[in-house]
């Protein structure tokens, strides 16, 4: 008889398996099969536009013939630059439909920065937004690459037809300046091209589906290699876990009932967190996606979220703690109803306590918290999407299928008893084949332990007496003061206490006498005023001397990835330039 897992115990959410099976098939079986079941209810919405599901495949598999006809197939590259726009879905579908591999590509790079990642992934076609600022910096970036399509899709089939025209007679629908020769437009394509995609056999736990590029030890960035069978399981598993009733007391149900919800498409899909919990995660279920190119729109920034949730009656909504820090402390957050929020899942940074209670009052919402990696596809862990058994300052359980080790920090090959602290290992079949063309990074990247393969991930953590998984922090951002390990996370944990503060970050700064010292940069919530002597004094009285931080910068404004992640890797760059 198997022994169970520290967390398959008691506060394991009712009904959830612990294993999964039926992913080992193509990932764009997802729309397929939603399109066969619901064609006619909408996936896209955008700008008063929507596409049902029978409309979005019948685009990808023109987008697949299309490719197909450029003699595209299975394993080639093809890349994806534009933000979370309708256009989206069908080229991403399309793209697995013809057999190739998607390479989705950050639409805030700078031209420099995309053809590191075209010629790094070998991409042999590309797909960009008609815009001013994408299509300039897209044509800037094909020179030394293997790109020789490229297609550029217009705003204005995204919109109404009355919206279209009237922004087209007004000149209000931005475009390109003009249009290198040999390009093509989508529209065109799509019309020129049949709705028949190629017949290709894919091996599912074999074949990649994407390439994600994630940061590098040596700066430079890299793709993680994940098969259709990675993210496949990911969602199966996610979709088992997030359980979700409108009333107290009534049982709680998956989310994969056709056409009941609503997803707010506001992370990037480019990333693993908003493609499996936005994008795929809407197909899976037959459920209505919101379209948010830009979720800091609006005056004030953000107001654009919560009128997507009052006019799209939202129930499902996924995002980093910073997202959350603004909606909470919205100063029109009184004038919109966003009621209709059922469940809330954060991720790509820690979700301080005090932030979850305060973003619940002010929504009536649940929200969880959970964990993992673009390597994971992404997820690995997730609260119980319960107030029962949910565990607020953990990151919860490995969802079904996936197992979970706290190693040592050396190497990796001895894993470590529960409440330790060490480095967190995972293994599952989410977790990536490999970083493309990379066979240094793979090496240190994966661990053999007890005969499987895990996944040293670079976060520090244990599991509590719970079972549940508590990250203390990054790897990287330990801070040692006079032999003392100090986590970044605990330290912001207790200025997010604070009544004032609004966003906080720590580093560790150089310091002759201990090694290093612990420095704190803060961002007051609106129209508050502070002392950096109040701060200090505010954490004087709630932890140990070593973990006190020796500085305070208050700031306007703390940088930012465009995922709204606090860079703490830019701030420890500022203060060495300074």
């Given at each position: 008889?198997?022994?169970?897992?520290?967390?398959?115990?008691?506060?394991?959410?009712?009904?959830?398996?612990?294993?999964?099976?039926?992913?080992?098939?193509?990932?764009?079986?997802?729309?397929?099969?939603?399109?066969?079941?619901?064609?006619?209810?909408?996936?896209?919405?955008?700008?008063?536009?929507?596409?049902s599901f029978a409309q979005v495949r019948d685009k990808a598999r023109r987008v697949a013939d299309f490719l197909r006809g450029q003699g595209i197939g299975r394993g080639d590259r093809v890349a994806i630059f534009m933000?979370?726009?309708?256009?989206?879905?069908?080229?991403?579908?399309?793209?697995?439909?013809?057999?190739?591999?998607?390479?989705?590509?950050?639409p805030l790079y700078k031209a420099e920065e995309l053809r590191f990642q075209l010629r790094d992934s070998g991409a042999r076609a590309l797909f960009v937004l008609d815009h001013p600022q994408f299509y300039p910096t897209a044509v800037s970036a094909l020179e030394g690459t293997d790109v020789q399509t490229v297609v550029a899709c217009g705003l204005a089939?995204?919109?109404?037809?009355?919206?279209?025209?009237?922004?087209?007679?007004?000149?209000?629908?931005?475009?390109?300046?003009?249009?290198?020769?040999?390009?093509?437009?989508?529209?065109?394509?799509?019309?020129?091209?049949?709705?028949?995609?190629?017949?290709?056999?894919?091996?599912?736990?074999?074949?990649?589906?994407?390439?994600?590029?994630?940061?590098?030890?040596?700066?430079?960035?890299?793709?993680?290699?994940?098969?259709?069978?990675?993210?496949?399981?990911?969602?199966?598993?996610?979709?088992q876990w997030i359980r979700v009733s409108e009333m107290e007391g009534i049982a709680a149900e998956t989310l994969d009932?056709?056409?009941?919800?609503?997803?707010?498409?506001?992370?990037?899909?480019?990333?693993?967190?908003?493609?499996?919990?936005?994008?795929?995660?809407?197909?899976?279920?037959?459920?209505?996606?919101?379209?948010?190119?830009?979720?800091?729109?609006?005056?004030?920034?953000?107001?654009?979220?919560?009128?997507?949730?009052?006019?799209?009656?939202v129930t499902v909504m996924v995002a980093v703690?910073?997202?959350?820090?603004?909606?909470?402390?919205?100063?029109?957050?009184?004038?919109?109803?966003?009621?209709?929020?059922?469940?809330?899942?954060?991720?790509?940074?820690?979700?301080?306590?005090?932030?979850?209670?305060?973003?619940?009052?002010?929504?009536?919402?649940?929200?969880?918290?959970?964990?993992?990696?673009?390597?994971?596809a992404p997820i690995a862990t997730l609260q119980p999407t319960n107030e029962r058994d949910r565990k607020l300052g953990t990151v919860g359980f490995p969802i079904p299928g996936t197992r979970l080790k706290i190693v040592d920090t050396r190497d990796g090959s001895r894993e470590l008893l529960p409440g330790q602290d060490g480095e967190v290992a995972i293994s599952g079949p989410q977790v990536m084949k490999g970083y493309w063309n990379r066979p240094e990074e793979n090496n240190a990247a994966f661990q053999t332990l007890d005969g499987e393969r895990y996944l040293l991930t670079g976060d520090i953590g244990h599991i509590d007496e719970d079972g549940f998984l508590v990250i203390t922090d990054r790897k990287k951002d330990l801070i040692l003061v006079g032999g003392f390990n100090v986590y970044p996370r605990e330290v912001e944990e207790v200025l997010f206490q604070h009544p004032k503060v609004a966003q906080a970050a720590v580093i560790g700064l150089p310091d002759p006498r201990?090694?290093?010292?612990?420095?704190?940069?803060?961002?007051?919530?609106?129209?508050?005023?502070?002392?950096?002597?109040?701060?200090?004094?505010?954490?004087?009285?709630?932890?140990?001397?070593?973990?006190?931080?020796?500085?305070?910068?208050?700031?306007?404004?703390?940088?930012?990835?465009?995922?709204?992640?606090?860079?703490?890797?830019?701030?420890?760059?500022?203060?060495?330039?300074?």
């Open positions: 008889m198997q022994v169970p897992e520290p967390w398959q115990r008691p506060r394991w959410p009712e009904g959830v398996p612990h294993s999964i099976g039926d992913y080992e098939k193509p990932l764009f079986s997802i729309l397929e099969d939603t399109a066969a079941q619901v064609p006619g209810l909408p996936y896209t919405l955008f700008e008063g536009a929507r596409q933000p979370n726009l309708p256009h989206y879905p069908p080229i991403f579908f399309g793209i697995l439909e013809a057999g190739a591999v998607v390479v989705t590509c950050n089939s995204c919109l109404p037809r009355w919206k279209a025209l009237v922004g087209r007679l007004l000149g209000k629908i931005p475009r390109a300046p003009r249009r290198s020769a040999g390009h093509l437009d989508l529209d065109r394509v799509l019309a020129r091209a049949r709705p028949r995609p190629p017949s290709v056999r894919l091996e599912p736990k074999e074949d990649l589906a994407m390439l994600v590029y994630t940061g590098g030890t040596t700066g430079q960035p890299k793709g993680a290699g994940l098969t259709h069978a990675n993210y496949m399981a990911d969602l199966v598993s996610a979709m009932k056709k056409g009941v919800h609503c997803f707010l498409g506001l992370l990037p899909w480019y990333h693993s967190f908003g493609m499996t919990l936005c994008l795929l995660g809407a197909c899976y279920t037959g459920s209505r996606l919101v379209c948010v190119p830009d979720p800091r729109a609006g005056n004030p920034p953000f107001t654009v979220l919560l009128e997507a949730i009052q006019r799209h009656r703690p910073t997202i959350y820090v603004a909606m909470a402390d919205h100063p029109l957050l009184h004038r919109f109803d966003i009621s209709s929020l059922l469940a809330c899942g954060s991720g790509g940074a820690p979700l301080p306590v005090e932030l979850a209670r305060r973003f619940e009052a002010a929504s009536g919402a649940l929200l969880f918290e959970g964990y993992g990696l673009t390597e994971t201990s090694g290093e010292s612990v420095k704190a940069f803060v961002q007051l919530k609106p129209g508050q005023r502070a002392t950096e002597q109040e701060i200090l004094d505010f954490c004087r009285q709630r932890m140990a001397g070593y973990k006190r931080p020796r500085q305070v910068e208050i700031r306007s404004s703390l940088p930012t990835s465009d995922v709204g992640k606090v860079l703490r890797r830019k701030l420890r760059e500022e203060e060495s330039a300074g």
